[in-house]
């Protein structure tokens, strides 16, 4: 504005000034809310990350007491893309020291199973003639689909709890196993039955739909009835979470992932200190510690659960 002098001006002038200083004030008074963090002060849950070689030779050094069991059987299963078969993987890199892949995986994202089989997944120890396996062994399973007559049937699981599925056993989604299908297994050994059977689910699915939920629920009940211990996998963490995908030590600062196990434990009924946060590895093509620790984290806490059991059995 141009002042030519006067009292008009003096009080434009004055009126002026006095308006910015009240926006200041207002300012200082209201000021802009810092965006709140995404992740918690200090970690929800300890993890020890320096503790990788005790909790690996922990696991390597494992072995059934009972004569008539020589491998310690974990079961997975979970949705399509949830990434069991690359948490078998995962745990073989980790178990061995070096990249492996023993179970097929798909990179792709498909509503779909990659796997059809019933697979028994071995980790060998040593090379040449002195190799053997170590005494702990996954099943991969045909992954929980939508609706009625996709993915692997409810009944089918249950069934290989009790270790009447025979290896390589092509599952149909359309029938469940009878015990006239040549995969059915009706004289199952100690060792042919699940130990601990382990739900994995993905970080990274916004929502799970309820006929899948209904069927997980199911299997559930049907280990509990066995005394099967139980527990659960959440990957993609680092998918899910930015927090996580910058530092992988966030895992247990993270709100958001800590909100996601807290509903997943509501929705399935697997208690908080079941279910475990890992990633598996995917674009790397070494080993990371990082990555190490999280995954020993939960396989320490299989082989005590499914040891447990099979002391009682």
Request: hydrophobic share 35%; proline share 5%; glycine share 6%.
């Amino acid at each position: 504005m141009l002042c030519r002098g006067g009292d008009g001006c003096l009080f434009t002038l004055q009126q002026s000034s006095s308006n910015m200083m009240n926006r200041f004030l207002r300012r200082q008074e209201n000021p802009a809310e810092e965006p709140e963090s995404k992740t918690l002060d200090d970690p929800w849950r300890e993890l020890r990350w320096g503790e990788k070689q005790m909790n690996l030779q922990y696991v390597q050094e494992y072995k059934p007491e009972k004569d008539d069991i020589r491998y310690l059987r974990v079961l997975l299963y979970g949705p399509v893309g949830s990434g069991k078969s690359s948490f078998i993987n995962s745990v073989s890199n980790v178990i061995r020291g070096r990249m492996t892949i023993p179970a097929l995986a798909s990179a792709m994202t498909s509503d779909q199973s990659f796997t059809k089989r019933y697979e028994t997944h071995k980790f060998i120890k040593g090379r040449g003639s002195t190799k053997t396996f170590y005494p702990l062994v996954f099943n991969d399973i045909m992954g929980l689909e939508d609706g009625t007559d996709r993915g692997v049937h409810a009944d089918d699981i249950k069934l290989a709890l009790k270790g009447h599925v025979k290896e390589g056993h092509k599952f149909n989604p359309v029938a469940p196993i009878s015990q006239n299908d040549p995969g059915y297994n009706p004289t199952p050994s100690a060792d042919d039955k699940v130990h601990v059977l382990v739900c994995v689910m993905s970080a990274n699915t916004p929502q799970m739909n309820s006929s899948v939920l209904e069927k997980m629920k199911s299997i559930r009940e049907a280990a509990s009835d066995l005394g099967i211990p139980q527990m659960a996998m959440m990957t993609h963490i680092d998918e899910a979470c930015g927090e996580i995908e910058k530092e992988l030590k966030n895992v247990y600062k993270s709100k958001y992932l800590k909100k996601k196990m807290k509903d997943f434990s509501a929705a399935v009924g697997i208690p908080m200190n079941c279910i475990f946060p890992v990633k598996n590895y995917s674009e790397e093509i070494d080993l990371n510690d990082d990555i190490d620790a999280l995954i020993l984290s939960a396989l320490r806490k299989m082989v005590d659960f499914g040891d447990d059991f099979i002391e009682k059995i």
